[in-house]
């Protein structure tokens, strides 16, 4: 299990840069890893985009805009003031949430040591570390002890509401484990007055396609290794979410959000999820 959480690594860098590129993301957080990689593959993407045909960007934008604007939503009608973002990578949100929100928001960016470390000196370098937010070590695969997210949670204020993100973390590990992290991250949340979780996933009948499949073909030669998409429909998903302890889930299809909320949705879009679930008061 080790070996296959740092394959995944490498893949921050290139979602690290395309923050950046696409203006949503501080220079502080590009890396030579994420531009190289990026290059690489522009070739495909202005070859996709060329027959309309879906981009990593196309999805990538959509899951990090929605997955933002749910969050914002949440802090700004009170329900939460703690954010746990694990997997958070070279991503920007932890910085970005504290220039909005300020000393309100406690938000803590989690990762494996190695990235944790590399991303604390990103912003110390950068002069971008702010009170009440900080990166910590943490396994999201720890069922407890250090680098649990059970310990990182008895750091919290247990009367404050706290949400859990993970982006760009679910497919790249089988069902046993995102059952595993799901029931973990349910348990957490209920021990707050308001639990909230978002996160991407990309599920079986959406990636069905032609463009589809040969777009999860690159996406597993990237993690030099299998991506899984664990549920064949919506209400599959959905049941497994309420099965390990969350009391509502939904969820959306980046297109209609952000139509809704006046946004283009480039194409690609429409090949990720983003789940919205929430944990009964304790
Ligand atoms: C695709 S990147 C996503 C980074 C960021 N969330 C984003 O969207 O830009 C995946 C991240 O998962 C982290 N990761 C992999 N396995 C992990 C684990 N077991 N626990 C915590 N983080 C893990 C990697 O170090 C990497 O930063």
């Not at 069922?143 to 679910?170: C, F, H, K």
């Not at 030669?221 to 309420?242: K, N, P």
């Not at 949705?265 to 919205?276: S, Y």
């Amino acid at each position: 299990m080790a070996r296959r959480s740092e394959d995944i690594s490498p893949t921050a860098h290139y979602t690290g840069y395309t923050w950046y590129h696409h203006g949503l993301s501080h220079p502080a957080f590009v890396t030579p890893q994420g531009r190289f990689m990026v290059g690489a593959t522009r070739p495909l993407h202005w070859m996709a985009q060329a027959v309309g045909a879906p981009t990593l960007s196309g999805f990538l934008l959509a899951r990090h805009r929605v997955i933002d604007h749910l969050l914002h939503e949440a802090i700004d009608a009170g329900q939460v003031s703690q954010v746990i973002e694990i997997a958070a990578g070279l991503s920007p949100r932890g910085w970005a949430f504290k220039q909005r929100h300020g000393v309100a928001l406690t938000y803590i960016e989690a990762d494996l040591p190695h990235m944790a470390r590399r991303k604390q000196r990103l912003l110390a370098q950068a002069g971008l570390a702010s009170e009440g937010h900080r990166v910590v070590a943490l396994d999201a695969l720890a069922t407890s002890g250090e680098g649990s997210l059970s310990a990182l949670a008895d750091s919290l204020d247990p009367t404050q509401g706290l949400a859990i993100v993970t982006e760009g973390l679910l497919n790249y590990f089988d069902q046993a484990a995102v059952l595993g992290m799901w029931q973990r991250f349910a348990q957490t949340l209920g021990r707050f007055p308001h639990g909230l979780y978002l996160s991407d996933m990309h599920l079986a009948h959406q990636n069905a396609g032609a463009h589809a499949r040969g777009f999860v073909a690159m996406l597993s030669a990237f993690v030099r290794g299998r991506v899984h998409l664990h549920f064949q429909s919506d209400a599959e998903a959905l049941a497994a979410l309420r099965h390990q302890g969350f009391a509502a889930a939904a969820l959306h299809d980046p297109r209609v959000l952000l139509a809704r909320w006046g946004q283009t949705a480039a194409p690609g879009a429409g090949l990720v999820r983003v789940i919205q679930a929430s944990t009964a008061s304790p």
